[in-house]
């Protein structure tokens, strides 16, 4: 095995996309991995990938020191080195100029090339990409689509934050289910069963008594059976919960918080999303509002059929995602289809004050009214088989003057696989969790 250099006192001057005309003559040190060696007349040409681009560098055989050539000689593709070189400008390049190596630094020895091509070619199956995600994460796609989640993150955040709400977070080794039992994934806490928590959900109601306004980004895990292009077991979830307001104030936020990150995204990711190869339009607000009874009509007239009470299967919001192919809500839906903490509507108890918001076919978000007494929640609790002394923590708090409330949590994959046109929620999560993937 050759012998590696060590990093000692190189230090990067510059990133790659920095190596431009004004800096002819210059000096400078860059970092990065050998996408390609090419060799021409007698002159051998690298580029270098750095986190920001490319650059390229030309080894002139007889004007390069001989130690350079020598290293040359030995590296491939994909090994990670360090370029100590001048600056020229030249027109052909990427950003107009190239460096002309003196000092070159072997930092980390590819030992094979990787088993699907990065840069073009034929694009490999998800499964063997996400075996060696580092590498397949290096892919130009990938590097937009990450950066487009960062924007999106970053935009969330500072909104939430410029509104007034604190940012929380809230145990993910909890006791109870929050969402129902059946996609819990227990675990064995010291000598004891805990589950990891589905949602912040109960902690997230409690914290509007100290807090007002809240907010939490972190992950979720639900323990899904089957393999499909929208689940995951692990998310990343956006949760929001409000003191002193209804669902209809919620569903305003989210408006205001999706056009806000469009804005965003459009103007700090325009090369991301040029790369992508789709325009993304600025939403059209107010976003469109059915109830549930709405979409069941839509539906018929469709000539599908869903009955009262039944979810929307695949199938149907596949034929609603046809007809409204942009962000709107579904509201209204059936109390006993919702969790117990959705407040039924005052005089139509068998619907409640709920939102699912949706893009097309996808879900990207649920929310509501919460029931803020504490007779109504064990009544609720106990309508859907749930054990009311498994939340004793919980409902003790609505002993303490819990204000009415309300909130959302919206699936931060979800909402990436809308705004980059991923089928695939594997392609917008950086080391995917499923049924039958738990590496690497
Ligand atoms: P819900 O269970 O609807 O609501 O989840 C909220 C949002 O989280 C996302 N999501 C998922 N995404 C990918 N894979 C999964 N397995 C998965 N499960 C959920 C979806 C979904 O809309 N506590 C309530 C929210 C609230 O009322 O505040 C809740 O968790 O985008």
Redesign the pocket.
Known sequence: MKKLDELKEWRRTHYSIEITPELDGKRVTVFGWLASIREQGGITFLILHDKEGAVQITMHKDKIPRSVLEKVKNIREHSSIGIRGIVKSIDKAPHGAEIIPEEMCILGIAQRQPPFSLFGGKMASIDKRLDIRVLDLRRPKAQAIFRIRHTVLKSIREFLIKKGYIEVSTPKIIATA??GGAALFPILYYDKEAFLA??P?LYKEQLVIPFEKVFEIGP?F?A?ESRTL????E?V?I?VEEAFVSYEDIMRLIEQMIYHTVKEVRERCSSEMEFLGHELPVPKVPFKNFTYKDVLEILEKEGTTVNWGDDLSTQSLKVLGKIIPEFYFITDWPTFMK?FYIKPKGDKQDICESF?FMHGSI??????SRVSSKRLLVKRLKEQGLEPKLFRYHLRVFDYGMPPHA?????L??LMMVLTWQEN?REVTIFPRDRSRLTP
């Open positions: 929050t969402e589905q949602s959900q979720i639900r899904e929208r689940h995951l077991s998310i979830s949760d969790p699912d879900e990207l978000a649920s929310g509501g909130g959302f949590g919206l699936g994959e979800r929620i």
